[in-house]
């Protein structure tokens, strides 16, 4: 017997007022190859033509599901199972001691952020519309003093509007953990650099030279995270909504580098409005567009919805990434995206004033113009 696709929707919220989503209802199923591609970064150092290949097969990955997987990608496996026990270590304290590092302390919104304390502005400041995430993060944001690439950290670290490199109190309130600063701020300049590689790629995939975004990364957004899902009680039923991980969203800046641990639980929607379950695959990290980097493809690129569900007893750990462009370099539409058919469908706008936005959204506070 034909079975019947039932759909029901999910609700995000965007600057242009809620969207709704229709999706099925069907449980998760298994991506193609070609819907959430492997692709293999062995080559990204070898010159441009091994770099243009790596980008047509980003670009196709891109313009489809928006999501793909990199192998090879140079971060060991020493260092992401050092940053894994780091952020277990961390997770595992008390309440109070987590809160010794609370975000409250910080502009940025760097540090220990609890379960349910942040509905709609966790992690990247997503926005999740159904229910409260059931998750606790620890993350670490941009600061000049940490970037191996900044020669004059001092004049951004002296300029106010930045209100960078007050994290100090993060490392003071981690210095019983052995080694947690070291491998924490390792682990995000790592990170921050193959995040780096990648827009060169995605500069690339978008038919302009590969330093085309190299001007607008020199300060990037890049918010690097430790995220803990605790295991669902037994107790909850199949089809409760309160043990979601997180809530369906998007991703607000540009490309998301994320290690996820074996537990599974990440879904992507796919082109036809199915879950597409994005399995943990050893060896790789999941990259994924963000809002910001569909704009300014003039939506040629897709910032893909997706959630987290971990419906099993035992804790869940991921590690995502997010990079943005510097917050004050106003971007406008990539040039090769616009021609009389496709018109520049978005505003010049900085990365910073849109997560701004976005962030306000969430929170229910006004939009500035
Ligand atoms: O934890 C994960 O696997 C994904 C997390 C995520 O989507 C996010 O933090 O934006
Ligand atoms: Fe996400």
New binding site residues.
Partial sequence: MATVTQYTQVELLTLHGPEFRRVSTAPPRLPTEDEIPIIDLSTIDNGFEARKAIASQVKAAAESTGFFYIKNHGISEELLDRALSTAQAFFSQSIEQKELVSNKKSKHADGFHGVGSTQGMM??F?INMCHSDRKETFSLRYNPMNDPTMSNPETLLSDPSYSYGNDEFLWEGTSHIPGFRETTIEFWQRRLALARKMIRIFALALDMPEDYFDSVTTNPGADG?Y?H?PGSPETLSEDTETDV??GS?T?IQCV?L?W?DMSG??QVLSASDEWLDARPIPGTLVVNIGDFLQRLSNNRFKSTV?R?YNRQTTSRY?M?FFLGFNPDSVCQVVPSCIDKDHPALYEPISCGKWHRNRLALSQGKPITA
């Fill in positions: 992690a990247e997503q995270l995220v899902y991980g997180i969203h991703d998301t994320l996820q639980g990440l997706h987290v991921s995502p």
